[in-house]
């Protein structure tokens, strides 16, 4: 069983402490994962915190399946200087850097079934020379299909995918094109049935204004730009149902009648997602040759070494992480 390579993140945040009490909490039967980290500051953490797990470091990550069970394997990602709880530091993002790059080549290669990715600080990578707006957009550069990828959030109640991510609303009302939803809706759909395992995904296309634009009288974004893509959707034989109303679509009826709501802006997605199920929400990017999920929350620093991090979360993404490596093995 190929494992899941977990990633460091920022070494300041709890990525680490979560990545330790995520193994705590492994079950028989589990996929294992391996860390790409520093062993040394995981064995520090461990000791702090009083949490029982020993630390193996290995060289490939097929090492990882033997040693799971008693210890959690760790392919050394040395750190620049000490990781101090809180408090950032540029010099370490080199590591975090490479940890991603190396989780992402192990997938390429099929020595792992999927790739997990604790939270970076965006701001702490520029000042190293990061010239991507994020994890997402790095992964799609390494995995060759930049531009392709598509953010999903998932949790056990919904999964929504928004159509225009982290612009202002006011932006995002004005990039939203036709286009853009017929991309998003097809990848989504491909996605669905290829790393979920849904042989006829049922996309359930949210309006843009209150009721659904109300027959133009609250905006006529639905009819000029909405239903257009639906049209398109449907003629390719994609399951594609609405505009509809945004303010209805998330009751626990509706929500019966569709795998996935497509959404126009962020919020419109992560308001209903994460009012069901915030520890249990799980990001997972579409569109990649290769399966990667994430917690999705960010790196906590006012937490960050005081033994007090959830790690739910994470548990989450691991599980949904060897979901997709199934599916994708299949």
Known sequence: MRPLALTMGDPAGIG??????????RSKGDRPFVALDDPARLEALARTLGLDVPIRAVEQAK??????????????????????????????????????????ALCMAGEAGAIVTNPINKAVLYQ???????HTEFLAELTGVPGKEIMMLASPFLRVVPVTIHVSL??????????????AARTTAEALRRDFGIATP???????????GEQGALGDEETTLIQPAIDTLKGEGIDASGPWPPDTMF??????????????YHDQALIPLKTLGMD??????????????SPDHGTAYDIAGKGIAD??????ALKMAAELARNHER
């Open 202 to 212: 049922r996309l359930a296309i949210a309006g843009l204004n209150p009721h659904a």
């Open 280 to 293: 249990q929400g799980v990001n997972v990017t579409l569109g990649l040759p290769i399966a990667r999920t």
């Open 251 to 264: 009751t626990p009826a509706a929500r019966k009648q569709y795998d996935v709501a497509i959404c126009m």
């Open 311 to 316: 790690p739910s979360s994470l548990i989450a």
């Open 63 to 104: 090492e990882a399946a033997a040693i799971f069970p008693d210890a959690l394997p760790v392919m050394p990602i040395r750190l620049a200087t000490p990781a101090i709880p809180g408090k950032p530091n540029p010099a370490n993002a080199p590591a975090v850097i490479a940890s991603i790059t190396r989780a992402a």
């Open 170 to 183: 006011r932006d995002a009302i004005s990039a939203l094109t036709a286009t853009a939803i017929v991309a």
């Open 16 to 25: 680490g402490e979560i990545s330790l009490k995520a193994w705590l909490a």
């Open 128 to 134: 190293a020379g990061f010239r991507h707006p994020g």
